[in-house]
C-alpha cells in the first residue's frame, strides 16, 4: 500500500510558523475529509491534533491548524515552542479494504 | 480519562504466532460505539493499520496482513488481543494498540506502543 507523502523534515525557530504538507490522491485525501493529524514524541503515545481535515480535539491548543486543498494536507502549527518538536503524521481515510492510510511522517525541529 | 496499555512477548522466533494483549482502562469496550484497533509501525518507516474491531465483535483487516491477522476481544478482562502468524522479520516492529471513532475514520487515544522483534 502506498502512504501519503510528507517532507522528511521541517524546522522553525521559537516564535515562528511552519507547515507540514500530506499529499495523497483522489481515493483518499482528494475524495474525503476524513484527515487527521497525530503528534508523537518518541516513547510516548501518539496524540490527535487535528480530526477531519480542520478540527482540533478538546485540549489541543489552537496555535495548531488544518487545511486541505485538492489532494494535499496541510498542518499548520503558529507560535512555535520547544514542546512542538516531535514527530506529526497525516492519516486519511482511503475508499478501498485498506481502509486508513498514513503519510511518511515528518520531524519537526524547533532551532 | 482513557487509557491503552499493550503487552506481550518482545521477540518471537520466525514462522511462530505473535500474540499481543491490550488493557483499557477508563470505557468499556462492550459498552461503547467504537472501533478498537491494531497499528504498527517498523523502524525507520511509516505507520500501518493492521485490522480493527467494532464493540459488536465484527472485524476488518489490512487486506495485505488478513490472511494471517485475527483480533479478538476478552470483554470481562476489558482487553482486545492480536495475532499474527508466520511472522518473519519483516513483522519487527513497534505495535500500537488504539480506540478509532466510527466515521471520522481517526484514532483519540493510543498505547505507548511495545516493540516486537522477530529472530531467532
Known amino acids: 500500500q502506498s502512504a501519503l507523502t510528507q517532507p522528511a523534515s521541517v524546522s522553525g525557530s521559537p516564535g515562528q510558523s511552519i507547515t507540514v504538507s500530506c499529499t495523497g490522491t483522489?481515493?483518499?485525501?482528494?475524495?474525503?475529509?476524513?484527515v487527521s493529524w497525530y503528534q508523537h514524541h518518541p516513547g510516548k503515545a501518539p496524540k490527535l491534533m487535528i480530526y477531519?481535515?480542520?478540527n482540533r480535539p478538546s485540549g489541543v491548543s489552537n496555535r495548531f491548524s488544518g487545511s486541505k486543498s485538492g489532494n494535499t494536507a496541510s498542518l499548520t502549527i503558529s507560535g512555535l515552542q520547544a514542546e512542538d518538536e516531535a514527530d506529526y503524521y497525516c492519516s486519511s481515510y482511503r475508499s478501498s479494504s485498506t481502509l486508513y492510510v498514513f503519510g511518511t511522517g515528518t520531524k519537526v525541529t524547533v532551532l | 480519562q482513557v487509557q491503552l496499555q499493550e503487552s506481550g512477548p518482545g521477540l518471537v522466533k520466525p514462522s511462530q504466532t505473535l500474540s499481543l494483549t491490550c488493557t483499557v482502562s477508563g470505557d468499556s469496550i462492550r459498552s461503547g460505539s467504537y472501533y478498537w484497533s491494531w497499528l504498527r509501525q517498523p523502524a525507520g518507516k511509516g505507520l500501518e493499520w493492521i485490522g480493527r474491531m467494532y464493540t459488536s465483535g465484527s472485524t476488518n483487516y489490512n487486506p495485505s496482513l488478513k490472511s494471517r491477522v485475527t483480533i479478538s476481544v476478552d470483554t470481562p478482562k476489558n482487553q482486545f488481543s492480536l495475532k499474527l502468524s508466520s511472522v518473519t522479520a519483516a513483522d519487527t516492529a513497534v505495535y500500537y494498540c488504539a480506540r478509532a471513532r466510527p466515521g471520522l475514520f481517526d484514532f483519540d487515544y493510543w498505547g505507548q506502543g511495545t516493540l516486537v522483534t522477530v529472530s531467532s
Open positions: 483522489s481515493s483518499d485525501v482528494g475524495a474525503y475529509d476524513s
Open positions: 477531519e481535515v480542520s
